[in-house]
């Protein structure tokens, strides 16, 4: 078909079957992340939820199970290490080219940090303060979560954009229902995004404490700042799994009360096989 000007306004597509074959799995995999992969997401976060919500109150051996639990909180509190260690380099040529010997990371004294640190003659330390291990580990466990959020949204975005129809056409009702669930998987999947900067913000805000730590060794309150951003590091941390359901609770709220005008915005739209 071509118009007044010659120009043709319908798409010869030479692999079309090839096309048609990948829709079709565009869908599959949509009613797979809509009516499997939700449902299951938000029972097994429900299900870590009320662990986590156990271990507050249950024995000591349930709540050493769980690592966001109130135990688990207390014990990494009070393991966290703000102990300045001498340069790898410098303690190596202090015992004589030994290897280092290896240091339990557990509860340090404050007061002993400047005693194992090299001060600068300008009074800075200079030195390595180590990583809190329980954030290293909590992080990665989430980030698999926001990673599968991303994915999911992803699957469920593209089914809706591609089901959207021609708007001249008419009898578009069903238009104004798909982009508000479109725009409400989105915003679901930006928060994925978001989460993914949160090891980024984490290390980098304690960095910055470590540095006026190392930069005023003789403030204390720069040594109890760092305690303090871990314990409400932890706490926002396991608030993320109370989001994660509340955000994949809102979605499949949303499918399903608007399925049937999402998966056929017209009257006349062929989309009975799907669901």
């Known amino acids: 078909m071509s118009s007044s000007s ?27 992340a809509m009516q499997q992969r939700v449902p299951d997401k938000i029972l097994a976060l429900n299900a870590r939820l009320a662990r ?3 271990s ?3 024995s000591a051996a349930a709540a050493e199970e769980e690592r966001f639990g109130d135990a688990q909180l207390k014990c990494m509190a009070s393991a966290i290490d ?4 001498p340069p790898a380099a410098a303690r190596d040529a202090e015992q004589g080219g030994q290897a280092k010997k290896k240091r339990k990371v557990g509860a340090a004294d404050g007061a002993a940090a400047e005693e194992d640190g090299a001060e600068h003659e300008e009074g800075v330390l200079e030195g390595r303060v180590v990583p809190n291990a329980w954030f290293t580990e909590a992080l990665e466990e989430l980030r698999s979560e926001w990673t599968d959020l991303i994915e999911i949204m992803d699957h469920i975005k593209l089914f809706i954009s591609l089901n959207i129809p021609m708007t001249e056409e008419g009898d578009n009702g069903g238009v104004a229902t798909q982009e508000e669930a479109l725009t409400e998987v989105a915003r679901s999947q930006e928060t994925g995004y978001n989460w993914l900067s949160t090891p980024c913000s984490y290390h980098s805000g304690r960095g910055e404490c470590i540095a006026k730590m190392l930069r005023y060794p003789g403030v204390e309150d720069f040594r109890l700042a760092l305690h303090e951003y871990d314990r409400r590091g932890a706490l926002r941390l396991r608030a993320q799994y109370t989001d994660l359901r509340n955000t994949y609770a809102v979605v499949l709220d949303i499918l399903e009360k608007n399925m049937k005008r999402i998966a056929q915005p017209k009257s006349g739209n062929g989309m009975n096989n799907y669901g």
């Open 82 to 85: 703000s102990k300045v260690y």
């Open 6 to 32: 010659g120009i043709s306004t319908k798409l010869t597509l030479p692999r079309h079957a090839e096309l048609t074959s990948w829709r079709a799995s565009v869908v599959a995999q949509a009613f797979e």
């Open 56 to 58: 507050t109150s249950s």
């Open 52 to 54: 986590i919500t156990a």
